[in-house]
T-cell receptor, first 112, second 115 residues
Framework: QQQVKQSPQSLIVQKGGISIINCAYENTAFDYFPWYQQFPGKGPALLIAIRPDVSEKKEGRFTISFNKSAKQFSLHIMDSQPGDSATYFCAASKAAGNKLTFGGGTRVLVKP | DGGITQSPKYLFRKEGQNVTLSCEQNLNHDAMYWYRQDPGQGLRLIYYSQIVNDFQKGDIAEGYSVSREKKESFPLTVTSAQKNPTAFYLC??????????????FGSGTRLTVV
């Protein structure tokens, strides 16, 4: 059973455009939702995270939007740059330190 | 610098061999995890441990074994019972304190290939 569904699988965006990745979860006990960025051959790195007591969190060009009633959250990458080309994973857990359930990943390609 | 060290970076295994992947962290994290990543796919949990001398199976534990004798170390053994071991293996750690937690810290991975 896939508890966190991520879409799209891949995304191509022009430099300066907006990349949007969506995730939906099933388990209402989840209360920590991080996003990870992974470059080829490297381990994922934490990008930004949100808890359900807020609907939006912004860090630089990266924004998480969270809709608790719909059980959905999304990552927006504003002013996308070629250096943002990577695979992005959403994830969820029942608490910040507990084991994460990951979405399937989205490969983002930013064209110059 | 604090972090997680995985070794080796590349590992080749012959059919029927057991191999052990190393994972060491100096972040003083309580919890450690092993994930498997196949090309173009997400991360699947193999095993995790929240305390020394205790660990739990994840979603795909068959054919793998772990130990947690020290807080800093969480080695993964890929046994001959794992029929399709070729993959990228990622180790991670995290604090269990909700107020000081900053999510998982991942190692740089070990790429295992069966030859």
């Amino acid at each position: 059973q896939q508890q966190v569904k991520q879409s799209p699988q891949s995304l191509i965006v022009q430099k300066g455009g907006i990349s949007i990745i969506n995730c939906a979860y099933e388990n209402t006990a989840f209360d920590y939702f991080p996003w990870y960025q992974q470059f080829p051959g490297k381990g994922p790195a934490l990008l930004i995270a949100i808890r359900p007591d807020v609907s939006e969190k912004k860090e630089g060009r990266f924004t998480i939007s969270f809709n608790k009633s719909a059980k959905q959250f999304s990552l927006h990458i504003m002013d996308s740059q070629p250096g943002d080309s990577a695979t992005y994973f959403c994830a969820a857990s029942k608490a910040a330190g507990n084991k994460l359930t990951f979405g399937g990943g989205t490969r983002v390609l930013v064209k110059p | 610098d604090g972090g997680i060290t995985q070794s080796p970076k590349y590992l080749f295994r012959k059919e029927g061999q057991n191999v052990t992947l190393s994972c060491e962290q100096n972040l003083n994290h309580d919890a450690m995890y092993w994930y498997r990543q196949d090309p173009g796919q997400g991360l699947r949990l193999i095993y995790y441990s929240q305390i020394v001398n205790d660990f739990q199976k994840g979603d795909i534990a068959e054919g793998y074994s772990v130990s947690r004798e020290k807080k800093e170390s969480f080695p993964l053994t890929v046994t001959s019972a794992q029929k399709n071991p070729t993959a990228f293996y990622l180790c991670a750690s995290s604090s269990l304190n909700r107020f000081t937690n900053y999510g998982y810290t991942f190692g740089s991975g070990t790429r295992l290939t069966v030859v």
